[in-house]
């Protein structure tokens, strides 16, 4: 299951309601559980109160989240988010300027720190609460990937190695990673392979264990000259396991909009050893089983995901 915000945790703590959300797709046939982008325990990380934080008081009731999944037999990370230029007031890797006037601070070395112990502090966290991994929201211009599209690679490499020696090494760390940001679909931040790999391979010296590389539409090649995705070029590059991800199954009478067929897409990319596992996103906000039904071969049984179906939870 793909980190979707929900933001249906007031005061910023996971209630019973949402562990039963997880816990419908665990027990739908959903293997691994990324949960929505969650909060590191910082002042900044975002200004919504309904978007879910991990801080040592939110410990138990994540506790409870992650039992009602380990009970239905699937794997769940947690994402560690901070929204960084995202948010306002926000921070970055650079300063923002929208109209002539600074928008979002560029963090000072101090602060560079500060903002590495909140992730540590919340990676500790969640290994108290239980979970299998961490994922590092490093996609979509948020604050880690405001580093990495400053050059800063070096400053994901500190912040994952900062945690690795915090959480030891029974929990596994993920990083999602993107072309694309929330504010522009066409973004790039990597033009050849090269560029990728000089990137890649220092965070999976770093500590990386998984990437998560997220695409819009998986099926799309992203270099000239191969049709390998994102994910087959990072899973080539680093040979760690890899996710794919990008509008997978969202409507099952034609599953990828104006893409090929998605299962069968899918399996061939998966055959040749593009990817390890397959992150499905909308599609299981309206239907908890769309896992077990397209495995039993029952997608006209399969709820087809509206705009409306936002609004339902769990």
Request: glycine content about 8%; hydrophobic content about 40%.
């Given at each position: 299951?793909?980190?979707?915000?929900?933001?249906?945790?007031?005061?910023?703590?996971?209630?019973?309601?949402?562990?039963?959300?997880?816990?419908?797709?665990?027990?739908?046939?959903?293997?691994?559980?990324?949960?929505?982008?969650?909060?590191?325990?910082?002042?900044?990380?975002?200004?919504?109160?309904?978007?879910?934080?991990?801080?040592?008081?939110?410990?138990?009731?994540?506790?409870?989240?992650?039992?009602?999944?380990?009970?239905?037999?699937?794997?769940?990370?947690?994402?560690?988010?901070?929204?960084?230029?995202?948010?306002?007031?926000?921070?970055?890797?650079?300063?923002?300027?929208?109209?002539?006037?600074?928008?979002?601070?560029?963090?000072?070395?101090?602060?560079?720190?500060?903002?590495?112990?909140?992730?540590?502090?919340?990676?500790?966290?969640?290994?108290?609460?239980?979970?299998?991994?961490?994922?590092?929201?490093?996609?979509?211009?948020?604050?880690?990937?405001?580093?990495?599209?400053?050059?800063?690679?070096?400053?994901?490499?500190?912040?994952?190695?900062?945690?690795?020696s915090g959480v030891g090494a029974e929990l596994i760390l993920a990083l999602r990673f993107?072309?694309?940001?929330?504010?522009?679909?066409?973004?790039?931040?990597?033009?050849?392979?090269?560029?990728?790999?000089?990137a890649l391979l220092p965070l999976k010296e770093a500590g990386i264990d998984v990437f998560?590389?997220?695409?819009?539409?998986?099926?799309?090649?992203?270099?000239?000259?191969?049709?390998?995705?994102?994910?087959?070029?990072?899973?080539?590059?680093?040979?760690?396991?890899?996710?794919?991800?990008?509008?997978?199954?969202?409507?099952?009478?034609?599953?990828?909009?104006?893409?090929?067929?998605?299962?069968?897409?899918?399996?061939?990319?998966?055959?040749?050893?593009?990817?390890?596992?397959?992150?499905?996103g909308r599609p299981l906000i309206s239907d908890a089983e769309w896992c077990d039904k397209?495995?039993?071969?029952?997608?006209?049984?399969?709820?087809?995901?509206?705009?409306?179906?936002?609004?339902?939870?769990?």
């Amino acid at each position: 299951m793909a980190p979707m915000t929900r933001k249906k945790s007031p005061g910023r703590s996971p209630t019973i309601t949402v562990a039963e959300h997880y816990r419908r797709r665990a027990a739908g046939g959903v293997g691994l559980i990324i949960t929505e982008g969650t909060l590191v325990d910082h002042p900044l990380a975002s200004a919504d109160s309904d978007i879910p934080q991990i801080t040592p008081a939110t410990v138990d009731a994540w506790r409870g989240v992650v039992d009602a999944v380990h009970r239905e037999g699937a794997g769940v990370f947690l994402q560690l988010c901070h929204q960084g230029p995202v948010a306002r007031p926000g921070i970055s890797a650079t300063r923002v300027m929208e109209n002539g006037r600074e928008v979002v601070a560029k963090a000072d070395s101090q602060q560079e720190q500060s903002l590495a112990d909140a992730f540590v502090r919340s990676a500790d966290s969640a290994r108290a609460a239980g979970f299998d991994g961490v994922e590092l929201h490093g996609a979509h211009a948020y604050l880690l990937d405001s580093f990495l599209r400053a050059g800063r690679v070096d400053y994901l490499c500190d912040v994952v190695n900062e945690t690795r020696s915090g959480v030891g090494a029974e929990l596994i760390l993920a990083l999602r990673f993107s072309q694309w940001t929330v504010r522009d679909h066409a973004a790039r931040q990597f033009d050849s392979p090269q560029q990728l790999e000089r990137a890649l391979l220092p965070l999976k010296e770093a500590g990386i264990d998984v990437f998560h590389a997220s695409t819009r539409r998986f099926w799309v090649p992203e270099f000239a000259d191969s049709d390998l995705n994102l994910a087959g070029w990072t899973r080539n590059i680093t040979d760690a396991p890899t996710i794919t991800v990008g509008n997978i199954g969202l409507v099952t009478s034609q599953f990828c909009g104006d893409g090929p067929e998605s299962a069968g897409e899918l399996q061939r990319r998966f055959d040749r050893g593009e990817f390890d596992m397959a992150a499905i996103g909308r599609p299981l906000i309206s239907d908890a089983e769309w896992c077990d039904k397209v495995r039993d071969g029952r997608t006209d049984a399969i709820v087809d995901y509206t705009s409306e179906a936002n609004e339902i939870y769990p």
